[in-house]
Nanobody, 124 residues
Framework: QVQLVESGGGLVQAGGSLRLSCAAS????????MGWFRQAPGKEREIVAS????????YYPDSVRGRFTISRDNAKNTVYLQMNSLKPEDTAVYYC?????????????????WGQGTQVTVSS
């Protein structure tokens, strides 16, 4: 499995922006679909965004579509999540995940490797 380390979380006011980064180890990074998930206290882990191996295809749930953007730089073994127009409902621990497949998955069970998570808190 690929090792993943997230960074960039923090505290931001509603309407603000944050950019999360996920650094991956290993030469197999480009063979992995990448995803971002989040989990709020007492809630199930949910998909935030996913991106294909080449970066050509992305997926977003309705809750974040138009506000969040996932991207990747395979040369740097890094995936990003740009979060704009943040809302208090976005408060959660955000996790980076990798899936050794060419097909995007929207469920946590579809991913093989996980980062440690980074806290995002949005104040009203």
């Amino acid at each position: 499995q690929v090792q993943l380390v997230e960074s960039g979380g923090g505290l931001v006011q509603a309407g603000g922006s944050l950019r999360l980064s996920c650094a991956a180890s290993g030469r197999t990074f480009s063979n992995n679909v990448m995803g971002w998930f989040r989990q709020a206290p007492g809630k199930e882990r949910e998909i935030v965004a996913s991106i294909s191996r080449s970066g050509a295809t992305t997926y977003y749930p309705d809750s974040v579509r138009g506000r969040f953007t996932i991207s990747r730089d395979n040369a740097k073994n890094t995936v990003y999540l740009q979060m704009n127009s943040l809302k208090p409902e976005d408060t959660a621990v955000y996790y980076c995940a990798a899936r050794l497949s060419f097909v995007i998955s929207t469920t946590p069970r579809g991913y093989d490797s996980w980062g440690q998570g980074t806290q995002v808190t949005v104040s009203s």
